[in-house]
């Protein structure tokens, strides 16, 4: 498929691939956003990618050529079929002119058939196999993401160069996983590394990988086989590998489900288990996460109010709270930003730990710093009894603009935990930075933890004067009309636009 180097705006890409040879003005122009709403690649496509779409609609408002711009939306459920049935539907009985997202590498290239078939665009912006610019190149459809060719020519050639020339891969069996395996020990061999044995398929979505035999085959592979990486490991295998790897022994890792059915128990109280240090990165938001069981649940973890079924957020809190030793637990969670100041049962049960003083300190993060999502994150820091000089005061940072740049995600380097971390032990206020608030004045705030409520960024540091602002501005309109007339000149030379 010929490339079109060409940097676009999102005001170029929307002109130029909506714009067609009719512009009958009782006909919308119709947009599809097939997606993942509910499963594992929701957090990185779903209502995010449909709000940015709608957002983008928005900036155009509502039209174009005359034309109203509708939108629709479904889930592929991550399956191929039901990808290509929907892909049909749309493009053929339903006429939207252009579908976006498609969540996996099956259901974009299922519904890439559709596209063909029926001469219309898509843009793929989530599934990344190779073969969709590849073997399944098609002229009507935008790649617009990495993929596994670009992920092997790069951390792959990168790890061999520096010596990891022997591989083993485990592989989910799905096109993606079977994709970056094919491409990697491409990148590999062609450097003169070699990848041991017959490729093991491990079927991750239904949970068939067992961490004890993951651990096992991996220590062999480093110990005796010198294999120097090994990918597409779960969570739990690649957590007990590791502390393998770091020759620590001493450990307990249990795959679970922690809301549904804890592991950690203590028979001896008849309680959960309880550790002087409990930290966790649960899910943002997780709906379906087991209020059914919470109704009754037999661990008292619903202590200070019941969560709605539509995020998690607080049974993990809660959850984690019952899990802190008496006398020297504390804990460290790290949540979505709206767990500090949503009302209902959120506020309920946020009321309550401020009021029983185990809240000690919120730290609002950088956005973007997560893999899957977006969103700035906070630090909730919790602590079963509290230093008396510390009693009834909460420590509020905002550390939001501590954080490295970089091209796809955020990252906090090593000088911005550190300081963090001064923060913290100092418990003190610093201007513009920290502040340390009496459960009074949280209070009289209507027991909100919102960061800008208590922590205000300096104003105007960052604001150019207007006239240098309008300048920057028409300048970025200018370049915007000059790719969207570059992309439609390539479209219409290459028989896409009439």
Known sequence: ??????????????????????????????????????????????????????????????????????????????????????????????????????????????????????????????????????????????HWTYDTYGNAHTVGSAIV???????????????????????????????????????????????????????????????????????????????????????????????GDTLRNPIFTDPSTGGLATFDVVIANPPFSLKSWGREVWESDPWGRAFAGLPTDKSGDFAWVQHMVKSMADRHGRMAVVLPRGALFRGGIEGKVRKHLLQADRIEAVIGLAPNLFYGTGLAACLLILRMRRPPERARKVLIVDASTLFRKDRAQNHLAAEHTTQILGWVRAFEDVEDRVRVVGIDEIEQEGWTLNISRYVLPPIGQDIPPLPEAVADFKAALARCREAEEALRRELTQGGWLR
């Open 1 to 142: 498929m010929k490339s079109i180097a060409t940097s676009l705006s999102a005001a170029g890409l929307f002109a130029a691939v909506l714009a067609g040879p009719a512009l009958a003005q009782q006909t919308p122009l119709k947009i599809g956003v097939l997606t993942d709403f509910q499963s594992v690649y929701s957090d990185i496509g779903g209502a995010g990618n449909v709000e940015a779409t709608k957002m983008a609609i928005e900036e155009f408002g509502g039209s174009m050529f005359g034309k109203p711009i509708e939108l629709v939306t479904a889930d592929a459920l991550n399956k191929a079929d039901v990808a290509a049935t929907i892909t049909r539907k749309w493009y053929e009985a339903e006429g939207v002119d252009m579908i976006i997202d498609m969540p996996t590498s099956a259901t974009a290239l299922a519904g890439m058939e559709m596209s063909k078939q029926f001469e219309k665009i898509m843009i793929v912006t989530d599934a990344a196999s190779s073969d969709i610019t590849g073997k399944s190149c098609s002229p009507y459809t935008l």
């Open 161 to 255: 160069k520096n010596g990891g020339d022997t591989w083993f891969f485990i592989t989910a069996d799905y096109v993606f996983g079977h994709s970056i395996e094919r491409d990697t020990g491409d990148v590999v061999r062609a450097a003169g590394g070699k990848v041991l044995g017959k490729p093991v398929t491990v079927i991750v979505g239904d949970h068939q990988l067992k961490p004890d035999i993951g651990a096992t085959i991996a220590r062999r592979w480093y110990d005796a086989d010198g294999v120097d990486m090994i990918t597409e490991l779960t969570t739990s295998s690649v957590a007990r590998m590791n502390l393998l790897l770091h020759g620590v022994e001493d450990f307990q890792i249990e795959r």
